[in-house]
């Protein structure tokens, strides 16, 4: 791409609004996992009043997207309330990730019926055995009982895998459930260490570098599976990069640069906003300033044009640059394409003017 095209693009990107929010509800957990460290936090909760404050005003700046985070969001009693906050105020989006348990409430599950832009995500890592071990025993059946019932309320249903170690030969159990439920579209990411956190033995999750032709193998025999079961992996795009993150610990970054800090702000637990999920130096806190000052300060617009010119950290998050990484495929399908013309043209050029 030329100097200027590449300028055009920086400057669009720069005055481009927000289109998403995420924050922090809670970091506490009715969970123990092996790979996350999310549950070793002892961070108080931030008010229902903070959060509205935070949603109106990223609403203000253009987000209709809403992605919770942190721990466990049905901890708190008043998740729901958020979400239809969210919802009435003018959020189109609204993504859930949940480990299921806390789901199985009638009255909650008759609140989260009524709002039209929930996507509720629940994770499984693998089978009973698999997920048991790494979640605690009993937690596969009651998450899948979740599942069922989220999918009985016709609620729209997705769910999150990660690839690791003790679930990489199971993977595609996730597929046939996914498929004997009518799910049609899952994500898959990669072990990431920052959310195993520091005093995690990483090795029992990631892979040795002679391990990267099996790792990068099984990949493509799952993507084949999950297309003969027309279920779509919409982070598929970015598996190809799984293997040298996984085995080498390369940070890869979406071709043309990364969009996520030019669209979206993360709020932490404390207030913190930070530019991606990934990056943990805060552009500033909404306790001190407001969250308009942040977004058009002049230390977002330096993250938004290192992740667009590959400066920043790298990652492969299902929340990172999933766009960018499909951008990629449309790319190379726009210069086959181009291609094919330009040899359909020279074709018909040689007949007509033999
Ligand atoms: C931090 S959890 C919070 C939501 C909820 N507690 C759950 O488990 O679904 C969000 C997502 O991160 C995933 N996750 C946890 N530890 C991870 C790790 N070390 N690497 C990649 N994903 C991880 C979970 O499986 C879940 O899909
Ligand atoms: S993965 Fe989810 S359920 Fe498990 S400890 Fe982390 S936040 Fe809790
Ligand atoms: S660290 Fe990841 S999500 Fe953040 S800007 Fe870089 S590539 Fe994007």
Redesign the pocket.
Known sequence: MSLSTNNKRRDLLLGRSLDSIAIVLTMR?NLH?K??S?WKSQKKDPSYENIKSILDNAYELGARRFDPW???LFMRDDTPDILAYAEQIGFREIYV???GLLLNRSSLLDRLSKLKSLVMII?I?GPEAIHDELRGNGVYNRAVSSLREVIRRGIKTSI?S?IMRPTLNHLDKIVDLAAELNIPVISM????RD??GPDCDHLMFEFRIDEKKMLANKINNLLKYARQKNVLIYTENMLKHVTSYLAEGVNPFPPQGCHVPSRMLVVDIDGNVLPCFEIKKTIGNINEVSLSSIWHSDIHKEFITSALEKKCPGCLRACSDVEGYNNEINNIFRQTLNHTARRFVHYIKKFSNP
Do not use: H, R
């Open positions: 957990c996992c790979m996350c999310f942190g721990t466990e990730v949940s480990n994770s890592d999150a990660i990411q990669p072990y990431n959310l195993a």
